[in-house]
């Protein structure tokens, strides 16, 4: 009977794709309200609506190689941060009155990645899936990644772990094969 309860746990939670799709769901549940919270007057303000008519343009992604995240004028600024920036401006292109909302469901997105990648990052490591799924459902609900959810200039932390934890994995995969298109 304990075996049948076993296998049934792996057959729910564990099989193929089932760990993302928990991951998403139960990520998702616990930051569903922050879709509906409005800017803080940190950077929220200046970055995804103080910077809207710059961010909706396009043709502003190159612009961001070229000056701070703060659009400081004559090089000044030292908060270089263009992929950030191409983030508000993926944002922005679905209208001023979204833009908002877009910021939250980035931050979302970016975060379900990052745990993901976690998850992903702990199996290259060889521990259990089950232990796997565990701590990387921990870092996704844990209070103190809340920030990179609910604040909005706070998905810097999810898109370094979005780079981040998949480097790692292809640098296992390299020490492993020893192949350079790892």
């Given at each position: ?129 089950e232990l796997a799924l565990l ?48």
């Open positions: 009977m304990e075996n049948n309860k076993e296998n049934e746990f792996k057959k729910i939670f564990l099989e193929k794709w089932h760990p993302f799709f928990w991951i998403a769901v139960i990520v998702s549940l616990v930051y569903f309200s922050t879709f509906f919270f409005n800017i803080v007057y940190l950077d929220d303000n200046v970055l995804a609506v103080g910077q809207y008519q710059f961010n909706r343009n396009l043709s502003n992604i190159f612009s961001s190689f070229g000056e701070d995240i703060f659009r400081t004028p004559y090089g000044g600024g030292s908060f270089y941060r263009p992929i950030l920036r191409w983030t508000f401006i993926f944002d922005a292109q679905f209208g001023e009155g979204a833009v908002i909302f877009m910021s939250h469901f980035s931050n979302l997105i970016l975060h379900i990645l990052s745990v993901t990648f976690l998850f992903l990052l702990l199996l290259k490591l060889n521990i259990k899936k701590l990387s459902l921990i870092f996704g609900i844990h209070p103190l990644t809340a920030q990179t959810v609910a604040f909005i200039a706070g998905r810097n932390d999810s898109l370094l772990a979005v780079f981040v934890f998949p480097c790692l994995i292809f640098f296992l995969d390299f020490l492993e094969t020893k192949r350079i298109k790892h």
